[in-house]
Structures are given as structure tokens and as C-alpha cells.
């Protein structure tokens, strides 16, 4: 990562996923590296369906003192009731969900009016660049060995479309991976 785009990132990070409360969902929670983040009174539930993170993530969210059952589960189909949530957290999740549309129509679906969609995510680099068609050519190698991680999508396009009341989106120039920039968002949805 560009150094001034790591401070920027983390900070922002530290300062939303700090500012939630009540009952917060972590859709794609993976094995728990947000638990740091989070404020101590929240109401966290995780929703994983790689099964050995999820045995992972159940350990790391107790020794945070959170006994919440995580949900075995795509997030294309969040097993919670309508308007139940206060807050929807993913972090590097949309790149890796199968259906993005889906996945944010279920956000939308199980938060509250009032909640927020809080997300951080790399995304594919403008249309025509170099970096842009190495993330295309990477894509099948990284879905199989990444967790079904796709670097080329269009994640801004499909959060902005996906039917919020309200979006805030800001770019990241991003990190380097093997000397390719990736870009990055951060930014939430509100319902
Ligand atoms: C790159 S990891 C990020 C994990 C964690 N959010 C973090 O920031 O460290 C992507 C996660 O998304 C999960 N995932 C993949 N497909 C998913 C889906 N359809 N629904 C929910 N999570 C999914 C993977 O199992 C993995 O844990």
C-alpha cells in the first residue's frame, strides 16, 4: 500500500467499525481480524460458510467475550429475520460472495431503517489499465486459491445500484500486490 493510503485506510477503518453499536452482523467474518475494532457493548454476529474458519471464528469471537452463535451460511442468504440488525459489516467480502446483487439485497433486507451497511473492499482498477487486465487475468487463479476472490468486479458500481436510501463511498489508491496497485473503498449504506 501507498504509506499515506495505509494511515487513511486504518483510520477510517478504526473510526467506523469503532463507531458501531447494538446488534452488528460481520457477513464473510473469515476468522476474526475485526474484533479489535469493534466497541465492547456491541451485539456481534458473524456469518461464515467456510467451515474451518468458521471453527476458527467461533474461538476468536468467545475470547473477545462474544457467545453469539456464528451462522453457517452464504451471505446471499443471511439467516435473519427482516429489519433485525443494526449494522452490516464486510471486509474484503464483496469481492468474494458469488452473487454481489444478491448479497446486498439481503443486507438491505435484515437491517433496520435507520441501519447502516459499513464496508471495506478492493475493487477492480479503471476500465483499460494495465492493473485492470492483470486482475482479469488473475481472477480464476485467485478464485480457487483465494477463497473464491475475484480482484476485477465492480464493487462501487453494484453498492450504488443496489437500492440504499444513501451511500458514501471513498477511494483508496490502494495496495500493491506484486507491484500491481489495487484499489480500494471504504464507505457505508444507509437504509
Ligand atoms: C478475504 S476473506 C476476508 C475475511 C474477513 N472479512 C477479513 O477481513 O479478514 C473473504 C471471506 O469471505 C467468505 N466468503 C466467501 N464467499 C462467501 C459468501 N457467499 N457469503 C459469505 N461469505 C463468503 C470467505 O469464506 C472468507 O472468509
Redesign the pocket.
Known amino acids: 500500500m501507498i504509506p499515506d493510503d495505509v494511515d487513511a485506510y486504518r483510520v477510517r477503518k478504526a473510526a467506523l467499525l469503532g463507531s458501531l453499536s447494538g446488534d452488528v452482523l460481520e457477513?464473510?467474518?473469515?476468522t476474526g481480524?475485526?474484533f479489535g475494532y469493534f466497541r465492547r457493548e456491541v451485539r456481534w454476529t458473524g456469518?461464515?460458510?467456510?467451515r474451518r474458519?468458521r471453527a476458527t471464528l467461533r474461538e476468536v469471537a468467545r475470547a473477545h467475550g462474544h457467545d453469539t452463535e456464528v451462522l453457517d451460511a452464504?451471505?446471499?442468504r443471511i439467516p435473519l429475520p427482516d429489519a433485525s440488525v443494526s449494522a452490516v459489516v464486510a471486509?474484503?467480502?464483496l469481492c468474494?460472495?458469488?452473487d454481489q446483487d444478491a448479497t446486498l439485497a439481503e443486507v438491505i433486507r435484515v437491517l433496520r431503517p435507520g441501519g447502516r451497511f459499513v464496508f471495506f473492499e478492493h475493487v477492480a482498477a479503471p476500465v483499460g489499465t494495465w492493473p485492470r487486465r492483470l486482475q482479469r487475468l488473475s481472477a480464476p487463479f485467485s478464485r480457487v486459491l483465494d477463497?473464491?476472490?475475484d480482484p476485477a468486479r465492480d464493487t462501487e458500481r453494484a453498492i450504488r445500484r443496489a437500492g440504499f436510501a444513501e451511500v458514501t463511498i471513498e477511494r483508496y489508491a490502494g495496495l500493491r500486490w506484486a507491484g500491481v496497485p489495487i484499489p480500494l473503498i471504504a464507505g457505508t449504506g444507509q437504509v
Open positions: 457477513i464473510g467474518a473469515g481480524a475485526n456469518l461464515e460458510p467456510n474458519a452464504p451471505a446471499e471486509t474484503v467480502v468474494s460472495v458469488t477463497r473464491g476472490c
